[in-house]
């Protein structure tokens, strides 16, 4: 259950990301004031609170050195779901790094 919930924490972190970046988007030519004012950033800020009370709550069932690495996979999964839909580029950098990323959660975690 615990692992389920810090795997839930990346997605959410993730979502909320994309969430942040869509609210940039609909900003457009109205600039800041019109991004910060969005329902797409609105949506963003209430998953990252839901994301910060998930966060606790694990806290208190796993140890931070093992939860945070578990947050880490959202820098995986951001720029994949950027990539799709965005069409934002992802290079053999990124690639390497995610491998990376993931291989440390998995090693950890064992």
Do not use: N
């Amino acid at each position: 259950m615990r692992y389920a919930a810090l795997v839930l924490f990346a997605l959410l972190m993730t979502t909320g990301q994309l969430l942040f970046k869509q609210a940039a988007v609909a900003g457009g030519e109205g600039g800041l004031l019109r991004a910060v004012t969005s329902s797409w950033m609105a949506g963003a800020v209430a998953l990252y609170g839901a994301a910060s009370v998930l966060w606790v709550w694990v806290l208190g069932m796993v140890p931070l050195s093992v939860a945070c690495l578990y947050g880490a996979l959202a820098y995986v999964l951001i720029p994949l779901c950027s990539a799709y839909l965005y069409g934002e580029t992802l290079d053999a950098k990124f690639a390497l790094g995610a491998v990376l990323i993931v291989s440390g959660v998995i090693i950890v975690t064992r």
